[in-house]
């Protein structure tokens, strides 16, 4: 990265969009969020955001996920394309209308997958608008498969990829819960946060995990966790809060005390 100390911003699809309600932005959460990275200022930074109410039904009513096997799941493709590029036009407007150099990368175009993994990102676009001082911003995406013919890149996997290609420092992970917990905290009033963990623990624990009870086609909180901790094991910081709280996407990119769960290598 040339010294650069990359910060990698997840803002989960529950946060951005209304999740019950299908292609519907959640306008005043964007603001906000829009407002504390402003605030935040850091220097080096990828937002990726998921798709939320915009990509995940259409995803899902195509099978695009599982990859090529009927003509008709070409317009399902593009259907998903487009729904993902006018979600994430929302994200781009707000953040430039608050002074934030932010840059549509469309994932489809610049990455390949093979059985569902990443196969390749050109990073050499990416990389110049990191040290000219964009912000890139990217999303979960419909892209090629080289052996399924497309399918479903997660938003959680592709920031996975871009921490280890671009040797990022942290990772912050914004979802609709406080973190990672014993058992879903929308539905156990007993369930308790876990503030640190790591790969054995993981492993360990039999965990209800909590997350979105809404449709989610790349996977819930585990899904998450499972794509994160090769990173965490290469020494990269990785954090997951509670993006609809005020003000803690601004606390956790500031470095100052944040509920969360953080994952740790040991």
Same mark, same amino acid.
């Given at each position: 990265?040339? $010294?650069?100390?990359? @910060? ?17 932005? &959640?306008? #005043? ?17 990828? /937002? ?11 995803? *899902? ?27 994430? +036009? ?20 610049? @990455?390949?997958? !093979?059985? +569902? ?6 990073? !050499?676009?990416?990389? *110049? ?19 399924? +013919? ?18 990022? *420092?942290? /990772? ?13 905290? !929308?539905?156990?009033? !007993?369930?308790?946060? /876990? ?5 054995? #623990? ?8 909590? $997350? ?7 996977? +819930? ?11 965490? #094991?290469?020494?990269? #910081? ?8 005020? &003000? ?12 969360? @769960? ?5």
């Amino acid at each position: 990265m040339g $010294g650069l100390s990359l @910060t990698i911003l997840k803002l989960g699809g529950s946060i951005i969009t209304k999740k019950d309600k299908p292609f519907t932005p &959640n306008l #005043e959460s964007i603001d906000r969020l829009a407002v504390e990275i402003a605030k935040a200022s850091v220097k080096s930074l990828i /937002i990726v955001h998921g798709g939320g109410s915009f990509g995940h039904p259409v995803a *899902k009513r195509y099978k695009l996920k599982e990859g090529y096997r009927h003509a008709s799941q070409i317009l399902g493709f593009t259907k998903t394309r487009q729904a993902m590029t006018t979600l994430n +036009g929302y994200i781009i407007d707000a953040l430039i209308r608050h002074r934030i150099p932010a840059v549509a990368v469309q994932p489809s175009a610049c @990455t390949i997958t !093979k059985e +569902g993994r990443i196969f390749n990102i050109d990073m !050499k676009p990416m990389l *110049k608008m990191l040290k000219t001082g964009f912000v890139p911003v990217m999303y979960g995406d419909a892209v090629p498969d080289l052996t399924l +013919g497309f399918t479903i890149l997660s938003g959680d996997q592709l920031i996975a990829n871009l921490a280890s290609d671009l040797a990022a *420092k942290r /990772i912050i992970v914004g979802v609709d819960v406080d973190g990672l917990y014993t058992a879903d905290p !929308k539905l156990d009033p !007993k369930a308790q946060l /876990i503030a640190s963990l790591n790969l054995q #623990e993981l492993n360990r624990l039999q965990l209800a995990v909590g $997350g979105s009870t809404s449709l989610d086609v790349t996977g +819930g909180m585990f899904g998450k966790i499972a794509e994160l901790m090769p990173i965490v #094991e290469k020494g990269v #910081e990785v954090i997951i809060i509670n993006a609809g709280v005020p &003000n803690r996407v601004y606390r956790a990119l500031t470095n100052r005390g944040v509920v969360g @769960t953080r994952l740790r290598f040991r």
